[in-house]
């Protein structure tokens, strides 16, 4: 154990976290008990430096980040999710927006020779957008460019998906599995927690259909990731309860990559009156998050969500991973109001961002094989290099 944090552990005056701290120096695992009482009364420098030792003692100053791009199929949405900035429901779709096959191959197609690789699928659950569309979408990428690793829809779009088809989780997810589809993203998670997804998104999936979803694409295999909306109506007993769902189902299946906290945002929505987090309280969530979900191999920070400079900040309270170059391809938060109103940052603008916070750079692929580590390379050779860019 590192000098630093036994000194930050003698430093702390309560007992009880005392105790907490040793646990995870120890490699013992916290209980939902321990991760309440971090929220009601961790500070942020205990939760930080046990947060970065954990960090560290998992991936060194490693710091993933890929270079994907985004399709948004649509925003028509039948759901009424208060916290959403995003979606216009089917009776005013002439506000949204809907692509066809041939407009999202396109996209596919303007990425042809660049060195992207993977498209993240995500939208509104459209009513006239069945399963067998989307798997036709999702086989004419793999024709057109097979390597493209496919990371698409949350369990609210599948369990649409596979409610219209009469299909069951594990028969939906084999079909879409077999056209083309690779892992699932971590979104429409929201809060588990009964109490308060009846607030926010009463009409679509509930915790057991999401994670249900999440299961059966492990069972094939597959992989995926887990998101938490924090930052709004919810308590801190609420974001334990949704960690710890999430971390007995990872003690199943072993499928999760990533868990993904991502910050309220509470511009255009129905929300609007809940104010948002600070930034100290977003550094506690990611700090705790790491601390608790132990059997998560990474943490992510959403950086078009968080902004790149809190995003970077993060990087010293357990985050070693930053996402992607994104390339102005989503609007969900942009229209929520986050500080990246076009989110887009090249390959080098990352690089400089992971190495400016004293880390590694290490361009990844979605499952995490190891494509590039920048952390030698010139800056100015990544922007004369469209191999590198």
Not at 228 to 244: A, Q, S, T, W
Not at 318 to 341: F, L, P, R, W
Not at 347 to 364: F, S
Request: aromatic fraction near 8%; charged fraction near 25%.
């Amino acid at each position: 154990m590192s000098t630093n944090i036994q000194q930050v552990i003698a430093a702390e005056t309560n007992p009880a976290l005392r105790i907490i701290a040793e646990k995870i120096v120890n490699k013992q695992r916290i209980t939902p008990e321990d991760g309440l009482l971090l929220f009601e009364q961790a500070g942020l420098p205990l939760v930080g430096a046990l947060a970065n030792f954990v960090r560290e003692r998992l991936h060194g100053d490693t710091t993933y980040f890929n270079r994907n791009f985004h399709i948004e199929p649509t925003n028509v949405c039948v759901f009424a999710c208060s916290f959403c900035s995003y979606s216009r429901l089917y009776a005013h779709r002439e506000e949204g927006w809907e692509l066809t096959t041939d407009q999202m191959l396109n996209i596919v197609k303007s990425y042809d020779g660049k060195p992207v690789t993977e498209v993240h699928i995500v939208g509104g659950v459209h009513p006239k957008l069945t399963m067998e569309f989307f798997a036709d979408l999702l086989r004419k990428i793999k024709a057109h460019r097979p390597e493209l690793h496919i990371k698409g829809f949350t369990p609210v779009e599948l369990d649409y998906m596979f409610r219209k088809a009469k299909l069951t989780a594990d028969e939906g997810m084999k079909y879409l599995h077999e056209a083309g589809l690779d892992s699932l993203p971590g979104g429409g998670a929201e809060i588990f927690h009964p109490e308060v997804r009846e607030k926010i998104c009463a009409d679509k999936v509930d915790a057991e259909g999401w994670l249900a979803i999440h299961e059966a694409a492990h069972k094939l295999g597959m992989h995926s990731n887990a998101t938490m909306l924090y930052g709004h109506v919810e308590e801190f007993r609420h974001r334990i309860d949704h960690m710890e769902r999430l971390r007995q189902l990872q003690d199943k299946t072993g499928g999760f990559n990533t868990f993904i906290p991502l910050k309220f945002r509470n511009k255009e929505n129905d929300m609007s009156n809940v104010p948002e987090s600070s930034v100290i309280e977003d550094m506690r969530m990611y700090a705790i998050a790491r601390l608790y979900m132990d059997n998560f191999p990474h943490l992510k920070a959403y950086w078009p969500m968080l902004g790149r400079h809190n995003a970077q900040l993060t990087l010293s309270f357990g985050v070693n991973d930053i996402d992607g170059t994104i390339d102005d391809t989503t609007k969900i938060y942009s229209m929520a109001g986050s500080e990246e109103q076009t989110p887009t940052m090249t390959t080098a603008q990352l690089v400089t961002l992971i190495k400016q916070a004293k880390r590694k750079p290490i361009e990844r692929d979605t499952l995490y094989k190891i494509l590039h580590d920048y952390s030698e390379v010139d800056i100015e050779q990544i922007d004369v290099n469209p191999q590198m860019n």
